[in-house]
């Protein structure tokens, strides 16, 4: 298998993400030293994430990608994520994601939180 560069891994995992495909995205997320930070969830553990994302994916519809920049082996994707919670909605997510030994060793995402909040009340 050719090596893939950072980009490659992080918008393969978006686009697994973003397909419902989470044993897929889960190949690109590192077995070791592993951490995941948002506003509503912190893992530090790949598997752990995972299980989450089994209960969140669902009301995922769509993501687009508006912006990456590039840092050598850390990623900074804009994104506009829409999800249906009542009611369609889009919102505009940082994802800031860290690349080590071909895997993604760390993600922390930046997006307002509130409406999600208010659904684990």
């Given at each position: 298998m050719d090596a893939r560069s950072p980009l490659e891994i992080v918008d393969a995992y978006i686009?697994?993400?973003?397909?419902?495909?989470?044993?897929?995205?889960?190949r690109y997320l590192s077995d070791s030293d592993f951490e995941y930070i948002?506003?509503?969830?912190?893992?530090?553990?790949?598997?752990?994430?995972?299980?989450?994302?089994?209960?969140?994916?669902?009301?995922l519809?769509?993501?687009?990608?508006?912006?990456?920049?590039?840092?050598?082996d850390e990623l900074c994707h804009i994104l506009l994520v829409t999800s249906q919670i009542?009611?369609?909605?889009?919102?505009?997510?940082?994802q800031w994601s860290k690349v080590t030994a071909d895997k993604i060793?760390?993600?922390?995402?930046?997006?307002?939180?509130h409406e999600y909040k208010m659904l684990l009340v």
């Open positions: 686009d697994s993400i973003a397909q419902h495909d989470n044993a897929r995205a889960r948002s506003p509503l969830n912190t893992f530090s553990s790949a598997d752990k994430l995972m299980d989450y994302m089994e209960l969140a994916t669902p009301i519809q769509r993501v687009e990608r508006r912006k990456v920049f590039i840092d050598g009542s009611e369609k909605r889009a919102a505009t997510v940082v060793a760390r993600i922390e995402l930046v997006f307002d939180a």
